[in-house]
């Protein structure tokens, strides 16, 4: 007779390592859909479906920008990003640049 060393434990240790590896995927696979953080929980607070909103501007924009030109939007937006912060340089004119981004394909 032909009998492995092991006494035939190798296919009970892989069913072993395998049901190991599987529970460990499965552990995970369900903190990522149940209980990993949703992209807006940063924030806080009720949160409100979009078809829940019964405001007469679901878009955000302040009241007293709602018949704004685009020119007086944008800087609002601008401000509210806090752009400034990436577009100028320490001491600096605002949005004039001088600090450099080091990405993939350049600078």
Do not use: Q
Not at 15 to 41: K, Q
Not at 74 to 86: I, V
């Amino acid at each position: 007779m032909n009998e492995s060393p092991a006494g035939g434990r190798a296919p009970r240790y892989l069913l072993i390592v395998g049901a190991a590896v599987l529970a460990v995927v499965l552990i995970a696979f369900l903190w990522m859909v149940v209980l990993a953080p949703r992209p807006m929980d940063f924030a806080g607070g009720r949160g409100v479906a979009l078809g829940d909103y019964r405001s007469a501007d679901p878009t955000g924009v302040p009241l007293e920008l709602k018949d704004a030109s685009l020119i007086e939007r944008g800087e609002y937006l601008a401000r509210a990003a806090d752009c400034a912060a990436c577009h100028t340089s320490e001491g600096g004119v605002p949005y004039t640049g001088g600090r450099a981004f080091v990405l993939p394909f350049g600078t």
